[in-house]
C-alpha cells in the first residue's frame, strides 16, 4: 500500500512537470515591444529602428536586421569619443540575457537603415525581420511615430 501512495506522488509529480514544460514552451523565448522610427526628410537616406527586446528562457544574440525600406542595415551603438558622440558598428551582435528586456532606444544601441529606398513618414509601418543566433528570425512591423507611442505608454 505504501508503494502504491509513493508511484501516486511520482506519477503527480511528473505530470506536474510535463505540464509546465509545456506551458514554458508556449510562451516565446523574444518578444518584441514597441518598435519604432523617426520621420524622415526626402533628402536623408538614412533611419533608425527602436524596440524593446525581452528574453524570457534562454541567453541570444541579435545578429542582425533586414527591411526592404533600406538597401543596407546594422546594428549600431554610440560611443564616447573624447566627449563627442558618434554611431559605431555592434560587430558580433547585440547579447540577449534570459529575464531581462534589452533596449534599443536614441543614444544607444538601434537597429541604422542605410539608403532609405523613400522617406518615413508619419503614419507608415514597415517590416523589420530580426535575426537571431539561436532563435528563428522574427519579422515585426515597426510604426513610424518618432517614439510618441512609447512615451505615451510609459506615462
Do not use: Y
Request: charged fraction near 20%; include cysteine.
Amino acid at each position: 500500500m505504501r508503494n502504491i501512495h509513493q508511484l501516486i506522488k511520482l506519477l503527480c509529480f511528473i505530470c506536474l512537470l510535463n505540464s509546465s514544460v509545456a506551458f514554458a514552451k508556449r510562451i516565446p523565448n523574444i518578444v518584441i515591444n514597441q518598435a519604432w522610427s523617426r520621420v524622415t526628410a526626402p533628402s536623408v537616406k538614412t533611419g533608425a529602428v527602436f524596440m524593446d527586446i525581452k528574453v524570457n528562457h534562454t541567453d541570444d544574440v541579435l545578429i542582425g536586421a533586414q527591411t526592404n525600406r533600406a538597401k543596407k542595415v546594422e546594428l549600431h551603438t554610440h560611443i564616447d569619443d573624447n566627449g563627442v558622440m558618434r554611431m559605431r558598428e555592434v560587430k558580433g551582435g547585440i547579447p540577449l540575457v534570459h529575464g531581462t528586456t534589452t533596449s534599443l532606444k536614441p543614444g544607444g544601441l538601434h537597429i541604422m537603415l542605410f539608403d532609405v529606398t523613400s522617406p518615413l513618414k508619419l503614419g507608415d509601418t514597415f517590416e523589420v525581420t530580426l535575426k537571431f543566433k539561436n532563435t528563428p528570425d522574427q519579422t515585426i512591423t515597426v510604426l513610424v511615430d518618432n517614439g510618441q507611442q512609447t512615451s505615451h505608454m510609459n506615462h
